[in-house]
């Protein structure tokens, strides 16, 4: 199984940006898709935003369309989280997770491996 560190994450105003970055070490990182979940405190772990491969393919939940970008660059073992337009309700430790299947999936369980998080905090 490959291994997920996350960063990036920090306390930023709203309306602000961040970019958050997932280095992987330990497997072939460019044969997974990658995706990016987060979890509020009192709620449970959800999907924001996911990636093919190859990079080919994305795909995002409703709350992140139009405001987060996913990418991946497969020669330096990363995918990347950038978010725009930052909301109070952004707030969360956002985990990265790498998926075997190779294809853009949104279920956790689809999910083989995952990072300890990053905590994000938006404030008003």
């Known amino acids: 199984q490959v291994q997920l560190v996350e960063s990036g994450g920090g306390l930023v105003q709203a309306g602000g940006s961040l970019r958050l970055s997932c280095g992987a070490s330990g497997g072939t990182f460019s044969s997974y898709a990658m995706g990016w979940f987060r979890q509020a405190p009192g709620k449970e772990r959800e999907f924001v935003a996911g990636i093919s491969w190859r990079g080919i393919w994305s795909s995002y939940s409703d709350s992140a369309k139009g405001r987060f970008t996913i990418s991946r660059d497969n020669a330096k073992n990363a995918v990347y989280l950038r978010m725009n337009s930052l909301k109070p309700k952004d707030t969360a430790v956002y985990h990265c997770?790498?998926?075997?299947?190779?294809?853009?999936?949104?279920?956790?369980?689809?999910?083989?491996?995952w990072g300890r998080g990053t905590q994000v905090t938006v404030s008003s």
């Open positions: 997770a790498a998926a075997s299947l190779g294809r853009v999936v949104t279920a956790i369980s689809s999910y083989d491996s």
